[in-house]
């Protein structure tokens, strides 16, 4: 079963624009992830965030996460069009790693 | 960063016929690596879980006779699609998990994935 969901599914933006996409999880974490996918590739790590920190930065990425929400945000900021791809949070816990739904991001040049 | 590759990248197949993919981790050793599949446009679901030297752990509704699991060494995990159906057409990718000295975590790398089609 899925981890959770991350909303919205599908987002278009222009390029320059910052996307913000949100993630929430079911069960308890002991870490969260961010990764991306290019259609028909693999994932690809963008960030991973620990139970007890709050917000993480990497380049253009922040991410939060709430646990007492049990949900976690993703904001790209000065969108690219290579940004373009399906966005997945997924959740460590019990040793496995779990994914939530995805959103779907369109960078529009 | 820590590289992981699988083979093949695709694979076509008649229905009744055996399929094994190969995930190998290639900079780095990996007691665990983890199996998931991904139909079109939707999230990555797990299948199972590998660990090296010992039995894999199944999700719930995955069935272990037909996807078959070795985890014969640090570095190489295989799953083997028994008697394909149409219906095991699916994206498959794998992951190995390589810890994070220091931060308290472990990251998951995955590999790039192998397309199967059964026809």
């Known amino acids: 079963s899925q981890q959770g969901e991350e909303d919205p599914q599908a987002l278009s933006i222009q390029e320059g624009e910052n996307a913000t996409m949100n993630c929430s999880y079911k069960?308890?974490?002991?870490?969260l992830q961010w990764y991306r996918q290019n259609s028909g590739r693999g994932l690809v790590h963008l960030i991973l965030?620990?139970?007890?920190?709050r917000e993480k930065h990497s380049g253009r990425l922040r991410v939060t996460l709430d646990t007492s929400k049990k949900s976690s945000s993703l904001l790209i900021t000065a969108s690219r069009a290579a940004d373009t791809a399906s966005y997945f949070c997924g959740g460590t816990g019990f040793q496995k790693l779990v994914f939530g739904t995805g959103t779907r991001l369109l960078v529009s040049p | 960063g820590a590289v992981v590759s699988q083979h093949p990248s695709w694979v076509i197949c008649k229905s009744g016929t055996s399929v094994k993919i190969e995930c190998r981790s290639l900079?780095?050793?990996?007691?665990?690596m983890f199996w998931y599949r991904q139909f079109p446009k939707q999230s990555l679901m797990l299948m199972a879980t590998?660990?090296?030297?010992?039995?894999?752990?199944?999700e719930q509704g995955v069935e272990k006779d037909k996807f078959l699991i070795n985890h014969a060494s640090l570095t190489l995990s295989t799953l083997t699609v028994t008697s394909a159906h149409p219906e095991d057409s699916s994206f498959y990718i794998c992951s190995a998990r390589a810890p994070v000295i220091g931060q308290g975590g472990d990251e998951q790398y995955f590999g790039p994935g192998t397309r199967l089609t059964v026809t």
């Open positions: 590998s660990n090296e030297g010992s039995k894999a752990t199944y």
């Open positions: 900079d780095f050793q990996a007691t665990t």
């Open positions: 069960t308890s974490i002991n870490n």
């Open positions: 965030i620990r139970s007890n920190e």
